[in-house]
Each structure stands twice: as C-alpha cells, then as structure tokens.
C-alpha cells in the first residue's frame, strides 16, 4: 500500500504538483478528436486537462489551436470568442489571438498603440494524427517527438475513429483497473462457458483457472507482465499486458486489431480513457472513421453540452447503479453488470471514491504490476523534480513501437524470451489464433 503522502503525490495533477510536472514531460491524447471540430472556423470547445480549463479551436488555415480558457485583458472566457480570420477574438473587448496564443489584433487601444505585442494568452502546442488531436503542456520550446504508438505511426486507412470513455474518479484508479489481469475472472466473467445470446463481447470471460500467476518484466519504456493460467495438463496460456510510460496501457485480444488505452486525467476527479483500435491486414470498414458510441445497446452517451466533464458519460452510470440486475448475477454475469464498453470497470472504481484512501489496501500477490507501476511512476516524477531526470520515452518515441500479446507455452519456457517477436510492433509479426501459433 502506499502512504498518505505517496497517494497525493501520485493522484494529484494540476500544476505544480509532482505527478503533473511529470505528466506534462509527455504529449497526451486532448480527448478531442478531429471530427468534433469538423470545419475551419467552426464553433471552439471548451476543454479541461489536468486541472487546467482550456479552449480548443480550428484556425482558417485549418490548424488546431489550444489556448487557456481566459482572455488576458481581464479574464473574459475565450468560449465566446469569434473565431474568423486565422484567430479566436475575444467578444469582450475584441482582442484577438492566433493558435500560438498572440495576439494579433487590439481594436479597442489606438491604433499607434504597441500593447499588443507585449500581451498574449497562454497556449499549447498541439499535433493532430488519425483522427485525434494531442497537446503538449511542458515548458519545453521545442516540444519532444509524439509518442511512437502504432495509433500515430499507422495510415489513417487502418485506424478506428478513437473511442471515448468517461469516469468520475481519479486517473490513477482507472489505469489500475487495466493493468490488473486477475480481475477479469470475477468483474469481467460469465458463469458459463458458452456466450450469452444478446451480451455485448458475449458476456465477456470464462476462465477454468482463476487465480493467475502474475509476472512481471521492466523495461525501458514501462513494463510488461504476464497473467499466467493453466490451459491443459501440459500447457500454460499467457495473457501479456504492456504498461508504457506513463499513461498507456494495451490489453491482448489476439486477431488482427491492436488496441491501446490512454488515461487521461481531466482533474484530481475526473478521467477519459481514449481506446484506440488498429488493423493490421486491412482498411477500417466506412463506419470505423464515426464516432462508436460503446453504450448504445443500453442508453447510449448522455446528452453532451459544452462542460468538458458532460462527454463521453453512460447512460448507465451511479445513479441507477450502473444497471446492476440481481437476476442477472445469480445466472448469467458475475457482477450483473452489463458488459457494454467499460461499464463494469467503470462501475467498480467509481464505488472507491474520487480518489481512493491506498492507506487502506490490503495487497496480494495478483497485485504485482500495479505495485510496480505505482513504483516506476513515483520514481520517475521524483527524479524529474529532484535531479532534473528526464524518464527516456518523453525523447525516445521508438520505445513504445510495443504490443500485447496471448500465446500458449511448455511450462519452463522463458516467456519473455519465447514472445519477443510478438511483443515488437515493428516486427511484423502479429498472433492470430494463439492456439495454432498462426501468425499473419
């Protein structure tokens, strides 16, 4: 467990804070996507990361622009900006910025006034790849390289419209939840082997061993480890989870499809984790490049205004307990929770609380990742503010050129060493039905 001090220094984000300073080394997901600023010109969105309230807006030239969330003549919302001609004016008094926050325009002052070259408002740079813009929010001039996850080095062509999910709780529990493979044979799992008619991803899991070995192996670029259960008398079935420094993580699911997950902290209580989805043999059908909204089934997404912490939220959600059926606990799904996008997840780590009292754990030996991760992340932050360390993914984006993977093996094998091939994303090597070792 972790003590008082070590939880807020790992859960807080804002400015300042240990673990902000370090989550802001990165570039990160915006949890806006491209197609929600459709056109140059269009409408601006307001926008809330680590704490900090923003506004995020297509230029004329089409660029995306990320800018504080505050005029600085004198605080007006820049929400209500007009935003024409390659900037956001400010309907106050009419300043107006460009998308590297200068101001460009000063109507209101004479016109042989320089005022406007000594003020402007804070801004991000951002970059936009298939179909998501990012921002980076260090103090760098010169930002470091975008992260080498095959999301931003794959064509578009082969790339899910990313999908979005919304929990009401700290990043950190979020993240937990997915690098924690023994959950799955509980949270996740039906109470029969065969898939029931109807349930989203048939019910999810069944598993005939349920208490997994849990390894696992640093690396440079974060960790893997492996969730290891009995598959027959004379074989082991690995389920690997890669953990990327410092906010993403990809769950193996075999096939063609590579999926990744990036947490993203809105504030200390708020969080959307972005999936991310890509084929490796062939284009996305039409409908991958649309929005998915993974709670359809069962309400779909609320309604959606313009407060940042509005999206992505179920329809299912704690005010009508995540529609948990009693019935459907005692003869279909473990938790009676429906198993529709991140539904259960989301469930079980909002019932902890916005930010869970570590002070209180208990952990076992299934909980091995999430003590090392927790770990790696409170060394890295400190080094950074301590002795001016900068962790080596923020300027080596090739480290996290990585993937999951499930496979069967001898018992005795070296697990790391059998799946490296399998592990690099590079390598071109991808298990398909890790049962015959088919590879495409």
Known sequence: MLSQEENDLICRVGPGTLMGDFLRQYWLPSTITSAMLPSPDCPPLRLRIMGEDLIVFRATSGTAGIVANACPHRGASLFFGRNEEEGLRCVYHGWKFDTAGVCVDMPSEPAESNFKNKVSVKAYPTQEVNGMIWVYMGSRETPPPLPGLECNTAPQS?????????????????????????????LHARLSAEPIPGAANGGGFYNEDRAPKILVHRTDYGAVYAGVRKWDDETLHYRLTQFCMPVY????????TVGLQVTVPLDDDHTVQIRFLVNLKEPVPPEGHELRDPY??????????SNPLSRWRSYANRENDYMLDYDVQRGKLFTGIPTDGKLQDIGIVESMGNIYTRTREHLGTSDGMIIAVRRMLLSAAKALREKGTIHPTVDHPELYAVRPVEILLKPGVDWVEATEQYRRSDSRVRLANFVTAELI
């Open 158 to 186: 082969m790339c899910w419209e990313p999908q979005m999910f919304f929990y009401d709780c700290n990043w950190l529990q979020a993240i937990e939840g997915d690098i924690d493979s023994a959950h799955i044979d509980y």
């Open 249 to 256: 993580d990809m769950i193996a699911g075999g096939g063609p």
């Open 296 to 305: 359809k089934r069962i309400g779909g997404y609320e309604n959606m205004t």
